[in-house]
């Protein structure tokens, strides 16, 4: 048993959802915002289920309770029931409390005052059993609050008062209609820092009126919000829309009356001034955030949320102060999706809803999340299909749930399709090239299915489409043969980004890992700029979670060698991280701003760069993964090289025979001066994306010219066959890391032909391609012994 488990009392922070055991729904649900979770929560701590057990058993109660309710002979007269749980009640609350467990409580209220910089600060102590706040079955709100409370004594006596309050009339018969042993149930008190409200309310993640989860609602009161409860104030009622997070409705009432708190402790009613009756008790800005607040915390926990908040009088600043499932509605809809069977429909009469570019090939069905900015990702759910305008870096955690995804703009090597096409999630992009754009044709709610093969969206869910996706299961007793891949000149390398998936991969047939992108460590894990956090003496974070990022890698391909692409970040990028507007200029072309190597050696963020190098460091050195190597992108200049090389030696990274820089080559420069290059680098990896782009001009992001946009183009060949040519008559080794031999098989038998050392593709191309490298090989073969070559070796020569 953990310390934990014996604790009489625990502070929020130290709190999660899944301890409603320990702590009960209330206070665990207060922990998990407070420890989890950004939203504001007053702070406190919560005594635990250990605490009320040890009051129980100290002062012998559980018999004489268990007596009085055996001697309850109907349930449904009241009289009876009320004089037993009255009995009961009286015994709790009249018990001596024992002395340890009330110093605990003490002293917790002692600290409280500390951290607060507060003498005997004002609390509220509420009730949190531990079976409350169930998704199928709500015991919350049959226990007391209070409100305005203050000074030790006067606390350990309400948390007493909490204790009797799970045997009120109406919890009682609540527990015996569910078939709930009194036994199972124990209670918390949450003790926390008063909020002094001028306003307060409850507020909803789904419409409780219909059942409609597209809709916040809002309820608002002037003073203390249990005047909600108990129904002696109407509220101001706002919905708000939850994807736009726009008001779209509004009902403003006359409150006459407000509960407030005394000065010296407690409540009291008081008339609300004639200049706010009928004025709106929360400001539309108000109202936003709130709404903003509910997203966020329906989104972390999974569910319809009921929620509570109270506007500081004070400061103005509003609070949560409990968020619990919901539990009728999660019921309900929960029964109607079941029942509905996803708006099954037949292949014959589907009807498509938008097309686009098959960018990463399968089928998938799903319930249509329509986001518009990245801020809004914690919103999305494990399973739904993410239509948008097009994704970047800081997409990531929403697209690993998605079950597919559709983009209004983009092409086959915009970052969508390739990520996409790594984590093998179906997608579909540029739709609006083809016809209408996806965000418009597609609303939040709407079942569609996803045939990314031939880059269709029809509506509803296409059963028979999706069955016939499903592999055939073998026959009983059927012998699979194993894999087998013949050995191959031309390496067979993978591209990775998300550590998560490299246990699932490792088991390919790829020579190691020929692009790592850290930028998927930094959005998936970090989420906090990093010169923010050298600035907030928080380097280690960077360097430990990018080492640990790493290792996940390294160590599930060992011996296979990994190759660490350096951030490679656009400033707009960079910018959505945490703290990033303080640092980040804004660009208006940032895909050829500052990004890559020119940020290394730049004094603005050499620091930052340091960083990166110390986390491999840390693996090489510290976890023994010796297998890792290191690329930089984006270099300009030979100058450049030499710099951001000289600052990688003078942190203690040395090439050697076990340790290689590599360099991106997309820019025409890397091409033209690879002699040049070679003197820094150990080989080069080519971003046949980025070089196309500025070979040809055509921005590879805007769909409008994506027809013009072609790997295979003659200019983008001749500059690769120089690439290989130049670095081979220096030693050095020359790779591919774009979309190309995976897309064009034709295109992987030009870069055998010239001489690529090896190509690196996407999981799901890595068996595909391993193939087609050993078949092509083979060609030349033949072909060299009957006197053919490359069929015109004039056209890829710019000599």
Not at 134 to 141: D, K, Q, R, T, V
Not at 383 to 406: F, R, Y
Not at 461 to 474: E, R, T
């Amino acid at each position: 048993m953990s310390s934990r488990d014996t604790a009489n009392v625990l502070w929020f922070d130290e709190l999660h959802r899944e301890d409603v055991n320990l702590v009960g729904g209330k206070s665990s649900s207060l922990g998990e915002m407070t420890s989890s979770m950004d939203v504001p929560v007053p702070f406190g701590f919560a005594t635990t289920a250990h605490a009320y057990r040890y009051f129980m058993d100290a002062t012998g109660l559980n018999d004489k309770v268990n007596a009085l309710l055996q001697g309850i002979k109907d349930y449904e007269n009241s009289d009876e029931l009320h004089s037993a749980c009255e009995q009961i009640r009286n015994l709790i609350v009249n018990a001596e409390m024992p002395a340890d467990l009330a110093d605990n409580i003490k002293q917790a209220y002692a600290d409280l005052a500390k951290k607060v910089g507060q003498d005997d600060p004002f609390v509220a102590i509420r009730s949190s059993a531990t079976a409350e706040d169930l998704p199928n079955a709500s015991f919350a709100g049959q226990q007391e609050s209070y409100l305005n409370i203050k000074g030790a004594d006067d606390v350990v006596n309400r948390v007493q008062e909490c204790y009797s309050s799970l045997f009120t009339d109406r919890a009682t018969y609540y527990r015996h209609k569910q078939n709930f042993p009194y036994e199972k149930v124990a209670l918390s008190a949450a003790v926390q820092m008063m909020v002094f409200s001028k306003a307060s309310g409850i507020m909803f993640s789904v419409n409780v009126a219909n059942g409609d989860d597209s809709k916040i609602v809002i309820d608002g009161i002037y003073g203390l919000g249990e005047y909600i409860v108990l129904g002696k104030v109407t509220p101001d009622h706002f919905v708000v829309d939850k994807d736009s997070l726009k008001i779209v409705e509004k009902n403003i009432i006359k409150q006459p009356v407000q509960l407030m708190r005394v000065a010296d402790g407690g409540t009291v009613e008081q008339v609300v001034p004639d200049d706010l009756q009928g004025k709106q008790v929360l400001t539309d800005e108000q109202v936003i955030e709130l709404a903003g607040y509910a997203k966020k915390i329906e989104a972390h926990y999974g569910c319809y949320m009921d929620m509570e908040y109270a506007l500081d009088v004070n400061t103005n600043r509003l609070w949560i102060v409990q968020a619990r499932p919901e539990t009728v509605w999660s019921q309900r809809n929960k029964d109607k999706k079941k029942s509905d069977d996803g708006h099954v429909v037949a292949e014959a009469d589907a009807e498509v809803a938008v097309r686009g570019l098959p960018a990463s090939p399968g089928l998938s069905s799903g319930v249509v999340h329509v986001i518009d900015s990245p801020k809004d990702i914690d919103q999305f759910k494990q399973g739904e299909v993410l239509v948008t305008l097009m994704t970047s870096p800081d997409w990531v955690p929403a697209m690993k749930k998605a079950a597919a995804i559709v983009t209004n703009n983009g092409g086959m090597t915009c970052h969508a399709a390739i990520v996409s096409r790594e984590m093998q999630i179906p997608c579909i992009v540029g739709t609006k090239s083809r016809n209408l754009a996806a965000t418009d044709a597609l609303k939040t709610g709407d079942v569609v299915t996803v045939d990314a093969k031939n880059g269709i969206v029809y509506r509803g869910k296409v059963a028979s489409l999706l069955d016939k996706d499903k592999p055939a299961a073998g026959a009983a007793g059927q012998v699979v043969a194993a894999e087998t891949f013949a050995p191959t000149a031309t390496g067979v390398m993978m591209n990775l980004g998300d550590p998560e998936l490299a246990d699932k991969y490792s088991s390919l047939p790829a020579d190691g890992i020929g692009l790592m992108r850290e930028e998927f460590l930094w959005t998936t894990y970090i989420h906090e700029h990093p010169l923010y956090l050298i600035e907030q003496g928080h380097p280690e974070k960077v360097v430990n979670m990018l080492a640990n990022g790493i290792a996940k890698v390294t160590r599930a391909m060992a011996p296979r060698p990994v190759v660490l692409r350096l951030s490679d970040f656009k400033s707009s990028e960079y910018r959505k991280l945490k703290g990033g507007d303080k640092y980040e200029p804004h660009e208006p072309a940032d895909l050829l701003g500052w990004r890559g190597a020119s940020r290394y050696y730049d004094p603005k963020y050499i620091n930052a760069f340091k960083l990166e190098l110390a986390a491999v460091k840390k693996v090489r050195n510290e976890f023994g993964l010796k297998n890792l190597n290191i690329m930089i992108p984006f270099v300009r200049t030979v100058d450049e090289a030499e710099k951001v090389t000289s600052i990688i030696r003078g942190e203690g990274l040395i090439r050697s025979a076990d340790f290689k820089v590599y360099m991106m080559a997309e820019i025409p420069s890397n091409i033209i001066l690879a002699d040049k290059f070679n003197q820094f680098v150990d080989g080069y990896s080519i971003g046949s994306n980025d070089l196309a782009m500025l070979i040809l001009g055509c921005d590879r992001n805007n769909d409008t010219v994506a027809s013009l946009f072609d790997e295979r183009n003659l200019a983008v060949k001749r500059a690769i066959r120089h690439l290989i040519a130049a670095a081979h008559k220096d030693g050095k080794t020359v790779s591919i890391c774009g979309q190309a031999p995976s897309e064009y098989p034709e295109f992987t038998n030009f870069l055998i032909q010239s001489g690529i050392d090896y190509v690196s593709v996407n999981p799901d191309m890595v068996k595909e391609t391993k193939r087609n490298v050993a078949h092509f090989e083979q060609r030349i073969i033949l072909d060299k012994m009957t006197g053919r070559g490359l069929q015109d070796p004039t056209d890829y020569s710019w000599e």
